[in-house]
Nanobody, 116 residues
Framework: QVQLVESGGGLVQAGGSLRLSCVHS????????MGWYRQAPGRQRELVAD???????NYADSVKGRFTASRDIAKNTLYLQMNSLKPEDTAVYYC??????????WGQGTQVTVSS
C-alpha cells in the first residue's frame, strides 16, 4: 500500500502562483509514473502533468508554459509549480502514482481556487 499526502492548495488571485506537494511512501524505483490530475465541479478528472521513472514530463496543453512538474527523489516528493493561474484552473488537484505498472494510488486531493 502506497500512501500519498498532498499539500499546498489554497485561494489565490488570477495571475498568482501556488506550489503543490505530494509525499509518497515506498521507493521511487517502484513508481512507473507519478503525476497530477484535477477535477472541477461537473467535469471529469483530467491529467495536468506527469513524470515518468526516467524523468520525462508530460503536460496538458492548457497548462503548458505555466505549470512545472518536478520531483525530489531524496524527499519522495512530487511538486507542481503553478504560475499565471487562471480562474479555469480552479479544481481539486490529485496526486497519482502508477506503482510498478500494476496499481494506481491516489491522494486525498487538495483544493485550488483562483479568483478573478
Amino acid at each position: 500500500q502506497v500512501q500519498l499526502v498532498e499539500s499546498g492548495g489554497g485561494l489565490v488571485q488570477a495571475g498568482g502562483s501556488l506550489r503543490l506537494s505530494c509525499v509518497h511512501s515506498g521507493s521511487f524505483l517502484d513508481i512507473k509514473v507519478m503525476g497530477w490530475y484535477r477535477q472541477a465541479p461537473g467535469r471529469q478528472r483530467e491529467l495536468v502533468a506527469d513524470i515518468s521513472l526516467g524523468g520525462i514530463t508530460n503536460y496538458a496543453d492548457s497548462v503548458k508554459g505555466r505549470f512545472t512538474a518536478s520531483r525530489d527523489i531524496a524527499k519522495n516528493t512530487l511538486y507542481l509549480q503553478m504560475n499565471s493561474l487562471k480562474p479555469e484552473d480552479t479544481a481539486v488537484y490529485y496526486c497519482r502514482v502508477d506503482w510498478r505498472g500494476t496499481t494506481n494510488y491516489w491522494g486525498q486531493g487538495t483544493q485550488v481556487t483562483v479568483s478573478s
